[in-house]
């Protein structure tokens, strides 16, 4: 559990880093973007660590067209790590930071 907390605290500050190095290299406020970065990578980690969403059943219904054999999955499942909680972090605390900059 230890692990998972410093993983995440790790993760979202690298996140923070790379966003703001970015920032720096592309020339856009990290401010007014920060949040909305942090709410598409938590949309994205979510996508593509589910099982059995809208993306995995394209893939296994392509993947099944070869084999004449259509595999089904009905429950949606979620196997989220550090990552996806350094993730939500770090967009818990942009959205913080930019309530604060804006008032």
């Known amino acids: ?25 592309f020339s856009f406020s990290y401010v007014n973007w920060s949040f909305l970065i942090g709410i598409g990578l938590s949309v994205i980690l979510y996508l593509f660590n589910s099982s059995g969403g809208v993306l995995s059943n394209a893939t296994n219904f392509e993947a099944s067209q070869a084999g004449w054999k259509i595999q089904s999955e009905r429950d949606m499942k979620v196997n989220v790590g550090a990552v996806f909680y350094g993730v939500v972090l770090y967009t818990m605390i942009s959205l913080i930071l930019t309530i604060i900059a804006f008032y």
């Open 1 to 25: 559990m230890k692990k998972d907390i410093g993983k995440s605290i790790v993760a979202s500050l690298l996140i923070g880093l790379i966003v703001w190095a970015a920032s720096a290299f």
